[in-house]
């Protein structure tokens, strides 16, 4: 039985072998952490299942994480209703889309304001670094109300509990300790003064150290994959200069074809006999639904395997799907569309550099940690 999470490769879009193995198996049998048996599930209404039906618990999974934190480190992902809708909804006002439309103002100055630094730098520039990382951290910190400043802290923190076997447990029991501590010490400020009492002192930190890896990290990893596909996607990059209209739907169809999840889902506990594609599955069965996988099934998805602009309806499992739905969503699509139409329309003869992309590896979720490009 083949050990899960397969072994990481570069590149945007889902790997050709895990591709087809996930077209021919939709219940794949694997071995997890601890050697347990579980089975990846790859069909598009098998994952929407897993993830909205409540035989599937999350919470009833006591054998860790995919990655390096803790169950009790995470607010929502390892955790059922009633405990996951009460911290959902402590701070879910904050991420609706009307909330990140009257932030878009601001979030456009932050791009427009990194660019112009990026524009003074003489010769090649590391984009990661200078403009993808940043701005999604410098987003999520202005609305936790952390200062500006404190954006490389967070996100060296943030590096270190989002591996997936890249850093030794002693750097994430202590990035984590300093994390929670951070955030500790700014209890009754802010953002974090309005999630009390519906949050405990200790569940508000936990939520902010983790809204701070979800919209940091996870759009930030994102958005370098993004940027890496309209580099090397010349047509793509043309059009999008020559249409920023169709940028919306560029970013639903890189929010289904671009390769995200470096260890797949949470793993879900069967509480009762249920049946995923067409297989009677008894109490007990573990299984990890896999986004990936299910925004390449032909079932849904016309020429899965290719990137679509003109794609008529778009389904993906980019955020998830069901209570598991990413809580920052709508900010997430504010910040990608800003962030890509931004960086076309400042720099259309934008290129790939001869320096080396440097992929992520070993980590909860994929993307790059350098893209050297040329500005002009």
Excluded at 100 to 114: G, S
Excluded at 190 to 197: D, H, K, N, V
Excluded at 349 to 355: H, K, Y
């Amino acid at each position: 039985m083949t050990t899960f999470p397969f072994v990481s490769r570069p590149g945007v879009a889902l790997d050709p072998e895990q591709a087809a193995l996930f077209r021919r198996e939709a219940l794949v049998p694997v071995r997890i952490r601890g050697n347990h048996p579980a089975l990846l599930v790859t069909g598009h209404a098998d994952v929407r299942t897993v993830l909205s039906d409540p035989r599937f618990s999350r919470q009833q999974w006591h054998g860790g994480t995919m990655f390096a934190r803790s169950p009790d480190t995470l607010a929502l992902a390892t955790t059922d209703a009633p405990l996951h809708t009460r911290r959902r909804r402590a701070v879910q006002a904050a991420f609706t889309h009307r909330a990140a439309e009257a932030d878009r103002p601001w979030i456009e100055r932050i791009a427009e304001d990194l660019l112009d630094a990026v524009a003074a730098k003489p010769g090649p520039v590391d984009l990661v670094a200078t403009y993808l990382r940043p701005l999604p951290y410098l987003v999520v910190g202005r609305i936790l109300g952390t200062p500006d400043g404190d954006v490389d802290r967070l996100a060296a923190w943030t590096d270190v509990m989002m591996s997936a076997g890249r850093c030794e447990p002693d750097e994430v029991t202590a990035a984590t300790a300093a994390m929670h501590g951070y955030f500790r010490d700014r209890l009754g400020t802010g953002f974090l003064a309005t999630l009390a009492p519906a949050l405990s002192e200790q569940e508000i930190v936990v939520m902010a150290a983790g809204l701070v890896m979800a919209g940091g990290d996870a759009t930030a990893s994102h958005l370098s994959s993004c940027v890496h596909h309209l580099l090397h996607d010349d047509e793509l990059r043309r059009t999008l200069i020559a249409r920023p209209d169709l940028i919306p739907a560029a970013v639903e169809e890189l929010l289904r074809w671009v390769w995200f999840a470096g260890t797949g889902g949470q793993p879900h506990v069967l509480l009762a006999d249920a049946e995923l594609a067409g297989v009677p599955l008894p109490a007990g069965q573990v299984v990890i639904p896999l986004t990936d996988a299910a925004n390449r099934d032909p079932a849904v998805f016309a020429d899965p395997a290719d990137f679509r602009l003109d794609r008529p309806a778009n389904p993906h499992l980019g955020f998830g799907h069901g209570r598991h739905m990413c809580v920052g969503a709508p900010h997430a699509r504010v910040e990608l569309r800003t962030a890509i139409g931004a960086l076309l329309r400042r720099f259309p003869d934008l290129r790939a550099a001869s320096g080396p992309a440097v992929w992520r590896d070993r980590m909860f979720l994929r993307g790059l940690w350098r893209l050297p490009v040329r500005l002009r």
